[in-house]
Nanobody
Framework: VQLQASGGGLVQAGGSLRLSCEASRNTLRIINHMAWYREAPGKERELVAKIERSGGYGDTVTTSYADSVRGRFNILSDNSQNNLYLQMNSLKPDDTALYFC??????????????WGQGTLVTVSS
């Protein structure tokens, strides 16, 4: 599975961006949680937001956010789990970073799996 992240760009503080991450094939029966991470210059990669689907039909959705983005960012995925989104509002200069998407799960053949996108750059000007 390959992930293609997009949607980054330059935005003024207070603005919004929507990041997208598309999987190269159907991941519905493999992936159980997806997330966005970011890596700012000189800082370690940090978890921004995570979404998990559970239940027999994957219809129970649980989301979690870093304290620094809670209330401003919203993580979404479609029912097929082929697409992941991050809606970012009220952006701040501290949100400037390279954002990565990741899909994680399990298969009988390989056990745990983790796929990463190539990163999309978000720059917030003051």
């Amino acid at each position: 599975v390959q992930l293609q992240a997009s949607g980054g760009g330059l935005v003024q503080a207070g603005g919004s961006l929507r990041l997208s991450c598309e999987a190269s094939r159907n991941t519905l029966r493999i992936i159980n949680h997806m997330a966005w991470y970011r890596e700012a210059p000189g800082k370690e990669r940090e978890l921004v937001a995570k979404i998990e689907r559970s239940g027999g039909y994957g219809d129970t959705v649980t989301t979690s956010y870093a304290d620094s983005v809670r209330g401003r960012f919203n993580i979404l995925s479609d029912n097929s789990q082929n697409n992941l989104y991050l809606q970012m509002n009220s952006l701040k200069p501290d949100d400037t970073a390279l954002y990565f998407c990741t899909f994680n799960g399990w298969t009988p053949a390989t056990g745990s799996v983790s796929y990463w996108g190539q990163g999309t750059l978000v720059t917030v000007s003051s």
